[in-house]
């Protein structure tokens, strides 16, 4: 199994540009989230699924979207991109129904400039 | 919110001494407690978890303990070494609305010291 595959690793945009994050998991996980991680700091949750066709803000959701058509993909939007979103995306997975344990993607760091 | 602070945000130690970092959550229906690891320019990583039923919990030099009525956790790490140098998370969750949402700490930055 790859677990959680994360793309791209890099990505550098101009503010005001759009860009999708893929996250993609083939472990049958039904929970998916996003976080982003700034310097210095803790991870920040963005959005969660617990399954294809549900999806539900986190802490941070202002600026993202997300969609979740399958079981294994979740991706993250960021539509008109600002330097407050320059950060690094980590996302992760859990079976859920009582297997807590987070798998995190190798995470995409990105900058707007 | 749910809310949790965790100290201290650097610790440095000598190799072989102990290690410990605490964590405070405020939601009280946290009920699941994970400890990550994570390495320079690595995904965090799962080193210990306890539940909320459980007072503590030990795996070799890494340990975990709970008061729940103080809603305060902590890790422990003994006998440290070069490698155990990271940043270390902990997180609450609990259940809401059917899934397990989690709330990390910011982070302890530990350097173990040769």
């Known amino acids: 199994n790859a677990g959680v595959t994360q793309t791209p690793k890099f990505r550098i945009l101009k503010i005001g540009q759009s860009m999708t994050l893929q996250c993609t998991q083939d472990?049958?996980?039904?929970?998916m989230y996003w976080y982003r991680q700034d310097p210095g700091m803790g991870l920040k949750l963005i959005y969660y699924s617990v399954g294809a066709g549900i999806t539900d803000k986190g802490e941070v959701p202002n600026g993202y979207n997300v969609s979740r058509s399958t079981t294994e993909d979740f991706p993250l939007r960021l539509e008109l991109a600002a330097p407050s979103q320059t950060s690094v995306y980590f996302c992760?997975?859990?079976?859920?129904?009582?297997?807590?344990?987070?798998?995190f993607g190798s995470g995409t760091q990105l900058s707007v400039l | 919110g749910e809310n949790v602070e965790q100290h201290p945000s650097t610790l440095s130690v000598q190799e072989g001494d102990s290690a410990v970092i605490k964590c405070t959550y405020s939601?009280?229906?946290?009920?699941?407690f994970p400890w990550y690891k994570q390495e320079l320019g690595k995904r965090p990583q799962l080193i210990i978890d306890i539940r909320s039923n459980v007072g503590e919990k030990k795996d070799q030099r890494i340990a975990v303990t709970l008061n729940k009525t103080a809603k305060h956790f902590s890790l422990h790490i003994t006998e440290t070494q070069p490698e155990d140098s990271a940043v270390y998370f902990c997180?609450?969750?609990?259940?809401?609305?059917?899934?397990?949402?989690?709330?990390f700490g910011t982070g302890t930055r530990l350097k173990v010291l040769a």
């Open positions: 992760a997975s859990s079976l859920g129904q009582g297997g807590e344990k987070l798998f």
């Open positions: 997180a609450a969750s609990s259940r809401d609305s059917g899934t397990y949402k989690y709330i």
């Open positions: 939601d009280s229906a946290s009920n699941y």
């Open positions: 472990m049958n996980h039904n929970y």
